[in-house]
């Protein structure tokens, strides 16, 4: 069973927008929103797959 996110999805949404609007690395903008890179890398998939599959 999958712990609970930490991040309401507001936040999750906010910080992939600012990633894709950003000129920063996500590296830098994770850093920022105190959020590991990899993680904002995950939702920035999670989100382009939640984009192709709502077409």
Same mark, same amino acid.
């Given at each position: 069973? =999958? %712990?609970?996110?930490?991040?309401?999805?507001?936040?999750?949404?906010? $910080?992939?927008?600012? $990633?894709?609007? +950003?000129?920063?690395?996500?590296?830098?903008?994770?850093?920022?929103?105190?959020?590991?890179?990899?993680? %904002?890398?995950?939702?920035?998939?999670? $989100?382009?797959? =939640?984009?192709?599959? +709502?077409?």
């Amino acid at each position: 069973m =999958a %712990l609970p996110s930490k991040y309401t999805p507001e936040f999750r949404e906010e $910080a992939v927008q600012i $990633a894709l609007r +950003s000129s920063k690395t996500v590296t830098e903008v994770g850093r920022e929103l105190g959020i590991n890179p990899e993680t %904002l890398r995950g939702l920035g998939e999670e $989100a382009r797959e =939640a984009e192709r599959t +709502s077409r």
